[in-house]
Every structure is written in structure tokens, then in C-alpha cells.
């Protein structure tokens, strides 16, 4: 019903529905503020100020709108999404790289996940846990997920943040990555199971 509802709203703003147009970016306008701040770098955020990577990111979905009806690629929120994405990357690219001489491809291509929001799906993967990591102490398993994340590789780690961090739906994830449904649930059960693994090796380690 919603995804119906947010369809005929498009079809609607796309003509010149201003009503429709204004309902329809306040409703993603939350999710949006939240990508934002899960994805924003500190290093940016201390010279970007998030609420305007969101108004701008609206206001570009507005101007595209009719582009975007015409052919709808994504389901819209994704495609949203991909637009504030971009609008980071770019931003990143020119605030923060500028600042170093030694930056690789992958983070000018990626902004890198920072410790807050590192800390954060540590947090949200702990509280889902009823095993083995959510026995542990606290603190220190806060510590070990950390170190763990940043030990997954890049594809693993993506889809832990777009599920647990930023609250995508299988289906988003889906249309996002371009894959089947299926294999978003499958991959997602192998990076956590990929996670347990890096922790297990983690406490082999101080055993030994």
C-alpha cells in the first residue's frame, strides 16, 4: 500500500502536482536525514552541515522528478537515496580529500564509515544477539565489533550498515545492489556469519 501510494505520488508531482510534490519528498524526508547521518564523515560534518546535504538532495530530486517517472530505475527511495549517495561522495571528494595528499580510490569513491556510526551498528548487532557476543562483556565486545567490522570486506560491511544502520528493507537492498531478494538475505546471513567468525578468531588470539 505504501509503495502504491508513493508511486501515484510521483505520478502525480511529476505533472505539477505541488501538493502531491511536497508530500512526497516530507515523507522520505526523515530516512533521508537519517542516511545522512549515519554515511557523513565527522571530518565533513565539522565543514557540511547535514540538514543542507538533505535540502539539496530534495530539491535535485524535485528538478529530476519528471526525468525519473519516465523511466523509474529504482523504486523511489533508493533512488533518493543514490542521490544524497552521490552528493556525499562528492562532497567528501572536495572537503576532506583536499585536505590530504595520500587518499585512495576506494575512499574517494567511498566515504568511510566513522567511529560513531561504527559504534552505532555494533550497538544495534548487539541488542539483535542472543548468542555467544551478546553474553559477552559489553564494553569490550563493543571494542572486538569494532575491530571486527573493520577487518569484513567492503560488501559485507555495506550491507550490515544498509540493513541495521540505515533500515532498508530486503527489497531496498535488492534494488540498490541490483540483485534478487534472495540473494540479499543470503549474503546478509554470511556477513554475519563472517563477523561471529572474526570475533571467535579475536578471542583464539588473546587465549593464546
Given at each position: 500500500?505504501?509503495?502504491?501510494?508513493?508511486?501515484?505520488?510521483?505520478?502525480?508531482?511529476?505533472e505539477?502536482?505541488?501538493?502531491?510534490?511536497?508530500?512526497?519528498?516530507d515523507?522520505?524526508r526523515?530516512?533521508?536525514?537519517?542516511?545522512?547521518?549515519?554515511?557523513?564523515?565527522?571530518?565533513l560534518?565539522?565543514?557540511?552541515?547535514?540538514?543542507?546535504?538533505?535540502?539539496?538532495?530534495?530539491?535535485?530530486?524535485?528538478?529530476?522528478?519528471r526525468e525519473?517517472?519516465?523511466?523509474?530505475?529504482?523504486?523511489?527511495?533508493?533512488?533518493l537515496?543514490?542521490?544524497?549517495?552521490?552528493?556525499?561522495?562528492?562532497?567528501?571528494?572536495?572537503?576532506?580529500?583536499?585536505?590530504?595528499?595520500?587518499v585512495t580510490?576506494?575512499?574517494?569513491?567511498?566515504?568511510?564509515?566513522?567511529d560513531?556510526?561504527?559504534?552505532?551498528?555494533a550497538e544495534?548487532?548487539?541488542?539483535?544477539?542472543?548468542g555467544?557476543?551478546?553474553?559477552?562483556?559489553?564494553s569490550?565486545?563493543?571494542?572486538?565489533?569494532?575491530?571486527?567490522?573493520d577487518?569484513?570486506?567492503?560488501?559485507?560491511?555495506?550491507l550490515?550498515?544498509?540493513?541495521?544502520l540505515?533500515?532498508?528493507?530486503?527489497?531496498?537492498?535488492?534494488?540498490?545492489?541490483?540483485v534478487?531478494?534472495?540473494?540479499?538475505?543470503t549474503?546478509?546471513?554470511?556477513?554475519?556469519?563472517?563477523?561471529?567468525?572474526?570475533?571467535?578468531?579475536?578471542?583464539?588470539?588473546?587465549?593464546?
Amino acid at each position: 500500500m505504501v509503495n502504491s501510494d508513493t508511486d501515484e505520488l510521483v505520478t502525480r508531482a511529476a505533472e505539477g502536482d505541488l501538493p502531491a510534490m511536497d508530500r512526497l519528498m516530507d515523507r522520505h524526508r526523515q530516512r533521508l536525514r537519517k542516511m545522512v547521518a549515519v554515511r557523513m564523515d565527522a571530518r565533513l560534518a565539522a565543514r557540511v552541515d547535514p540538514s543542507d546535504v538533505v535540502q539539496e538532495t530534495l530539491a535535485e530530486a524535485a528538478r529530476r522528478l519528471r526525468e525519473y517517472a519516465k523511466g523509474r530505475p529504482l523504486p523511489f527511495y533508493p533512488w533518493l537515496r543514490q542521490l544524497a549517495w552521490n552528493r556525499l561522495v562528492d562532497l567528501h571528494r572536495r572537503h576532506v580529500r583536499a585536505q590530504r595528499r595520500s587518499v585512495t580510490l576506494e575512499e574517494a569513491q567511498r566515504p568511510p564509515l566513522d567511529d560513531r556510526s561504527a559504534l552505532d551498528l555494533a550497538e544495534r548487532l548487539l541488542a539483535s544477539d542472543s548468542g555467544p557476543m551478546g553474553r559477552m562483556l559489553h564494553s569490550e565486545l563493543r571494542r572486538r565489533v569494532r575491530e571486527a567490522l573493520d577487518q569484513l570486506s567492503d560488501r559485507d560491511r555495506e550491507l550490515l550498515v544498509m540493513r541495521h544502520l540505515e533500515q532498508l528493507s530486503i527489497r531496498e537492498i535488492a534494488a540498490v545492489l541490483a540483485v534478487r531478494e534472495g540473494a540479499v538475505k543470503t549474503r546478509l546471513v554470511r556477513a554475519l556469519q563472517r563477523l561471529r567468525g572474526l570475533l571467535g578468531e579475536f578471542g583464539e588470539e588473546e587465549e593464546g
